[in-house]
T-cell receptor, first 113, second 114 residues
Framework: GESVGLHLPTLSVQEGDNSIINCAYS??????FIWYKQESGKGPQFIID?????DKRQGQRVTVLLNKTVKHLSLQIAATQPGDSAVYFC????????????FGTGTSLTVIP | ETGVTQTPRHLVMGMTNKKSLKCEQH?????MYWYKQSAKKPLELMFV?????RVENNSVPSRFSPECPNSSHLFLHLHTLQPEDSALYLC?????WGSGNTIYFGEGSWLTVV
């Protein structure tokens, strides 16, 4: 079945540095991807999405990169701030699996002041 | 404010109790979802409703019973739960059901079964 995994369960970065969180997916037919941020005690919050016809998309301080050849997705956060401390997880979707989203287990990002 | 409101935020119930979780979305979306989030595990899809019709039922035990009276409201009725059902239950909505529809989550209902 479909699986989505993140490379590292935890990541610590210094405030002001850039963060990179990676995700691998297994379904080569996946065509839509989302990154979510989940702070302690809260629900997942949409950060940014990307469709399979793109390989890069930028938002405010965040960039998502998609490499369909190796089925890899990454989230880059520029100038990481303490408020960025949270669990980040990716999700992918494909019409050949009934349009369900499959979620990764999450990477816990800690920003060190 | 996420546009998806869940109540109660915390619930403790005994194994013989009957309770319900409520979700309301203010986004004008047509699809609503229930997900279960357990520690160290990926989000698990439980139910999907599109235009008040159930479109997915991922082999969820019958002790969980969803209800979608209209496109803005979704309930999860709970009956004779087990301790392993303790988890964060997330409601979500999306503009529609199908490829490319972004899912937006509520803050979740923390359920503890004792």
């Amino acid at each position: 079945g479909e699986s989505v995994g993140l490379h590292l369960p935890t990541l610590s970065v210094q405030e002001g540095d850039n963060s990179i969180i990676n995700c691998a997916y297994s379904n080569s037919a996946s065509d839509y991807f989302i990154w979510y941020k989940q702070e302690s005690g809260k629900g997942p919050q949409f950060i940014i999405d990307i469709r399979s016809n793109m390989d890069k998309r930028q938002g405010q301080r965040v960039t998502v990169l998609l490499n369909k050849t190796v089925k890899h997705l990454s989230l880059q956060i520029a100038a990481t701030q303490p408020g960025d401390s949270a669990v980040y997880f990716c999700a992918d979707q494909s019409s050949n699996t009934g349009n369900q989203f499959y979620f990764g287990t999450g990477t816990s990002l800690t920003v060190i002041p | 404010e996420t546009g998806v409101t869940q109540t109660p935020r915390h619930l403790v119930m005994g194994m013989t109790n009957k309770k319900s979780l409520k979700c309301e979305q203010h986004l004008g979306h047509n699809a609503m979802y229930w997900y279960k989030q357990s520690a160290k595990k990926p989000l698990e899809l439980m139910f999907v409703y599109s235009l008040e019709e159930r479109v997915e039922n991922n082999s969820v035990p019958s002790r969980f019973s969803p209800e979608c009276p209209n496109s803005s409201h979704l309930f999860l009725h709970l009956h004779t739960l087990q301790p392993e059902d303790s988890a964060l239950y997330l409601c979500a909505s999306s503009p529609g059901w199908g490829s490319g529809n972004t899912i937006y989550f509520g803050e979740g209902s923390w359920l503890t079964v004792v």
